[in-house]
Antibody, heavy 125, light 110 residues
Framework: EVQLVESGGGLVQPGGSLRLSCAASGFTFSSYAMSWVRQAPGKGLEWVSAISGSGGSTYYADSVKGRFTISRDNSKNTLYLQMNSLRAEDTAVYYC??????????????????WGQGTLVTVSS | QSALTQPASVSGSPGQSITISCTGTSSDVGGYNYVSWYQQHPGKAPKLMIYDVSNRPSGVSNRFSGSKSGNTASLTISGLQAEDEADYYCSSYTSRPIWVFGGGTKLTVL
């Protein structure tokens, strides 16, 4: 059974930093691209960042480029999101999501077949 | 990258069919057969309902179906049931290697 468990969320002041983690199990982690998707309170879903299965390629939404860094440790089956220079508008539930099966699954994926339960990040003074 | 356009809300009675539209551009919905749909109940994580425009994952009811014409994709739910009441989001791969989501549609089962 595929499981994705996020951790690391919490309350942080504007300008601060936070590192999110996503522990994966139930599949061959290194064979799949992974993404972070966030949802501000009462709002819709927003894709944040993605990383290929090898970790060699990374992608970012314009809203976080230069402030967030996605990475993965395939030996630990864990995905990370380092968030720096946090702003109030970064307040959201952050989900990790697994790329679905298909020809692009290891590089980018073209859909998300499993999601974690989410971790709440609140940026406020 | 602008969000895909979905109606804010739709409603239907049990047993009826409803369709949710998702309009993008030739750089996303119209350019790739990589449209997916997600169901989200309050306080829960999104759940994949349709991928690659019209494919259903194992375990998803065949009451859910997807299609695409030009720059607009659609999700149809037939035989509406009370448990279908949720928020629905479309998503598309885009010409940049990123994803874009729709603003979400709240489905109310009357």
């Amino acid at each position: 059974e595929v499981q994705l468990v996020e951790s690391g969320g919490g309350l942080v002041q504007p300008g601060g930093s936070l590192r999110l983690s996503c522990a994966a199990s139930g599949f061959t982690f290194s064979s799949y691209a992974m993404s972070w998707v966030r949802q501000a309170p009462g709002k819709g879903l927003e894709w944040v960042s993605a990383i290929s299965g090898s970790g060699g390629s990374t992608y970012y939404a314009d809203s976080v480029k230069g402030r967030f860094t996605i990475s993965r440790d395939n030996s630990k089956n864990t995905l990370y999101l380092q968030m720096n220079s946090l702003r109030a508008e970064d307040t959201a539930v952050y989900y990790c999501a697994k790329a679905g099966d298909g020809p692009t699954a290891m590089v980018t994926g073209n859909y998300f077949d499993y999601w974690g339960q989410g971790t709440l990040v609140t940026v406020s003074s | 990258q602008s969000a895909l356009t979905q109606p804010a809300s739709v409603s239907g009675s049990p047993g009826q069919s409803i369709t949710i539209s998702c309009t993008g551009t030739s750089s996303d919905v119209g350019g790739y057969n990589y449209v997916s749909w997600y169901q989200q109940h309050p306080g829960k994580a999104p759940k994949l309902m349709i991928y690659d425009v019209s494919n259903r994952p194992s375990g998803v009811s065949n009451r859910f179906s997807g299609s695409k014409s030009g720059n607009t994709a659609s999700l149809t739910i037939s035989g509406l049931q009370a448990e279908d009441e949720a928020d629905y989001y479309c998503s598309s791969y885009t010409s940049r290697p990123i994803w874009v989501f729709g603003g979400g549609t709240k489905l109310t089962v009357l």
